[in-house]
């Protein structure tokens, strides 16, 4: 039922199923929408299964007996769920947010230094970022043109993107242009970066194929708000025209005729931008012309999509996590307990030596903190099975991040590992914790604002699939 | 699952197009998202039997823009400090040269960090992945032949030691300059009974002439 595991558990499902089960998972994935009780699905699923098969026959029971009926029941259960909504909505949230606000922050922080790293007084100079594009391909746009001012452009698109992502206006946009941003300045530069870079790089991309803006999100605002005008004046059905966002499109598309013209972009870039853009143009025509069938359709396929990228956002933490810590296994500091003690010894991780040589000076602290990283680095993945075991390594996780943003001096490595690690975080705690952040926020608002959460809770009680599939939709 | 109220249209009654579409859907993100765990899977496991065999069609595949590197300070972490220094030929109002004393880059980028919540990049990764990428192309010898054009890890940090040690210097125009690397092992921990050798090693580069017009000038328009 929760958040970390559903995004995982399908995993197997869909594959072995997808090809040879068509006609049987067309139909389950019809089923659940139907009948609303998230309930009704495990009931409904060995109908589907075909009861035909004789269990119980034998007098030695045979241990695999169920087996084909519950794989049945599994696949045709999984299919239900990946088409049946976007899964882990509060989860999508806290990424979008937690890797946007990481961005953000590093920005302005490096505002100072923003040319020397990846401007024009950069010591990676234009020619050698050339050369090394033009080997390996990466996305650039800074390197489209060599002035000054086309570069405080491209940083400034990074920033309010970044912004803008965060608050998640014009959601599926904003993503798009935030991965650009990122993709933009670390290609431009790649020595200058870190760890933390590595983590936001590959997060922008998958963000682009999240709805991420279901929950926690202006996006979410205004279709609460559209929701309700709707109901109100009984119109039903189709969507209103949307000038903000058709002038949004046209602008977007503007940029990328010019890109293409100019002749900037890669074969693969331009396919997945031109597609990108032309999907919203038919998203926005068919919400408004043809809300039945082509509206729910479209609305699966996106919920499809979205689960695709939590899943491989889910995995790529365990990578993560894995590759870091079946490394450190064969190192032997590792091995003997004074790994740390390194660490807190190199000037370049060293911004407070007191605290550092202080902490370094303790062995047996040093042999505990060195063990249990590559204890839980390593076994991570592996609670993913058990909700409670996982929840506490969750937390030992995060705070050792905290620890490593003020003791290594990687803050924005240890905030992009954080929001890494949040999309593991329950969606009880994850509710709660909105609530208490938009309280204070929500306080001046005019009753008729604060009413407008207020459908949420009922709809999520029944499993945080239900998040607002209407509100939704609005987001492309 | 769908608890909105009003006129949604209920997906079971998908039309046979509108399933297949949906059953597609399923079908081509299913394999996509596995095809690209798989990938970068073999990408960050260690050298195996799967990666060496379809090693060109991993690489095509992560690079650039999936490429991922977790070993954070694993299989051991880093137990030397390293420090890049320069120094600089300068030639003098009267026409001689002079060379000056060594600088230590990193030792500046160092002070600027301590007691800094919010190190810069410019500060904490700058210099450390450029010597990084330069000692990663180049054999551990002092190296004696010049830096050619085309060798981007050298050009770029001495591209760093021109730019930090200025146009000008002790009274002179730089001309050249060179850097060195200086290696001092973290002593052990005390308690560990092991004993290493923490004295200072260097590892000198050739010199590089600074270019006529500073990288990054010609941009300033």
């Given at each position: 039922m929760s958040d970390p595991r559903t995004p995982a558990a399908p995993a197997e499902d869909p594959?072995?199923?997808?090809?040879?089960n068509t006609a049987a998972e067309a139909g389950a994935s019809a089923e659940p929408s139907a009948q609303a009780p998230a309930a009704a699905e495990p009931a409904l699923a060995p109908a589907l299964a075909g009861g035909s098969h004789a269990q119980d026959a034998g007098p030695a029971p045979f241990p695999f007996a169920g087996l084909g009926r519950s794989l049945d029941r599994g696949v045709s259960r999984g299919l239900a769920m990946v088409t049946g909504s976007a899964l882990g909505p509060y989860q999508a949230a806290v990424i979008r947010i937690g890797f946007s606000l990481t961005w953000l922050l590093f920005l302005l922080r490096e505002w100072p230094h923003r040319s020397e790293l990846?401007?024009?007084?950069?010591?990676?100079t234009v020619a050698l970022a050339k050369r090394l594009v033009a080997g390996n391909h990466a996305f650039t746009a800074v390197l489209w043109n060599d002035s000054r001012g086309w570069f405080e452009l491209v940083y400034a698109v990074a920033v309010v993107s970044s912004a803008l992502l965060m608050v998640g206006w014009r959601t599926r946009t904003s993503s798009v242009l935030f991965m650009l941003g990122v993709l933009s300045l670390q290609n431009r530069s790649?020595?200058?970066?870190d760890g933390g870079d590595n983590v936001i790089h590959l997060m922008a991309i998958y963000l682009v194929f999240t709805r991420c803006g279901q929950v926690w999100s202006l996006d979410r605002r205004r279709a609460a708000k559209a929701e309700a005008e709707e109901a109100a004046t009984g119109a039903g059905g189709s969507a209103g025209s949307d000038p903000v966002g058709i002038a949004l499109w046209v602008v977007m598309g503007a940029a990328l005729v010019a890109a293409t013209v100019a002749g900037k972009l890669a074969t693969e870039w331009k396919v997945g931008l031109w597609a990108g853009l032309l999907v919203q143009a038919v998203w926005w025509a068919v919400r408004r012309y043809a809300p039945g069938e082509p509206r729910t359709v479209l609305n699966t396929m996106a919920d499809i999509i979205h689960n695709g990228a939590m899943l491989v956002v889910v995995v790529e933490v365990c990578l993560i996590y894995s590759t870091a810590g079946w490394y450190k296994i064969q190192g032997s500091r590792w091995e003997d307990g004074t790994a740390l003690y390194y660490p807190l010894h190199l000037d370049d991780f060293t911004p407070w030596p007191s605290l550092s040589h202080a902490l370094a000076g303790n062995a047996l602290m040093v042999m505990l903190i060195t063990y249990g990283t590559v204890m839980v680095q390593v076994a991570f993945p592996f609670t993913l099975f058990n909700r409670k075991v996982k929840n506490v390594l969750l937390v030992a996780m995060m705070l050792e991040h905290a620890s490593i943003a003020i003791v290594l001096g990687l803050p924005f490595f240890s905030l992009a590992m954080i929001a890494a690690d949040?999309?593991?975080?329950p969606t009880g705690f994850l509710r709660w914790l909105g609530e208490q952040v938009a309280r204070p926020l929500r306080r001046p608002a005019p009753p008729a604002l604060a009413a407008v959460p207020g459908p949420r809770p009922a709809d999520t009680g029944a499993g945080q699939a239900a998040a607002g599939q209407s509100a939704t939709e609005a987001v492309t | 699952m769908q608890s909105e109220q009003g006129p949604s249209p209920q997906?079971?009654?998908?039309s046979l197009p509108a399933r297949i579409a949906v059953a597609v859907t399923v079908g081509v993100v299913a394999v996509g998202a596995l095809l690209h765990l798989g990938m970068v899977f073999l990408h960050v496991a260690p050298s195996n039997t799967l990666s060496k065999e379809h090693a060109s069609a991993v690489s095509d595949y992560v690079y650039p823009e999936f490429e991922q590197n977790w070993k954070l300070f694993a299989p051991d972490p880093l137990q030397q400090n390293v420090h890049v220094q320069a120094r600089a030929e300068v030639r003098k109002p009267d026409g001689s040269t002079e060379t000056t004393g060594w600088v230590d880059l990193t030792a500046m980028d160092v002070a600027d960090m301590r007691h800094n919540p919010l190190p810069s990049h410019s500060q904490q990764n700058e210099l450390r992945r450029a010597w990084g990428y330069y000692s990663d192309n180049h054999s551990d010898q002092n190296q004696t032949t010049p830096i050619s054009a085309n060798d981007l890890s050298g050009t770029y940090l001495n591209t760093i030691l021109a730019k930090r040690l200025g146009t000008r210097l002790n009274g002179g125009t730089v001309v050249r300059v060179q850097g060195r690397a200086a290696t001092t092992t973290v002593a052990r921990p005390s308690w560990s009974g092991e004993s290493v050798d923490t004295t200072t090693q260097y590892r000198e580069l050739p010199w590089w002439t600074v270019p006529t017009a500073p990288a990054g000038q010609e941009n300033a328009s």
């Open positions: 594959e072995p199923a997808a090809e040879p990846y401007g024009p007084d950069s010591p990676w790649v020595f200058m970066g949040a999309v593991f975080l | 997906a079971a009654t998908l």
